[in-house]
């Protein structure tokens, strides 16, 4: 995972307002759980590549969030 992703969703885990970063921490969390099975489960050459296709999709989005979305450069520009 991306550091500033990383280091947001962290942020978020302590401290998150009712507003757009409470999406960004929900699919943190997602990211966080797909990172952990990929490291530490026995999958399928299949399965884990739809693991790794979904933390794919997770991290763009969140990439996204963190330069477009109005609540999380409000959040950021905060701290």
Not at 20 to 35: P, S
Not at 57 to 78: K, P, V
């Amino acid at each position: 995972m991306r550091k500033h992703l990383k280091d947001l969703g962290r942020a978020l885990q302590v401290e998150c307002p009712d507003n757009d970063c409470r999406i960004f921490l929900n699919e943190f969390k997602m990211l966080q759980g797909i990172e952990d099975d990929l490291s530490g489960c026995l999958l399928s050459e299949w399965g884990r590549k739809v693991l790794q296709m979904e933390r794919q999709h997770l991290e763009h989005e969140l990439d996204r969030m963190f330069y477009t979305n109005y609540a999380i450069r409000q959040y950021r520009n905060q701290k």
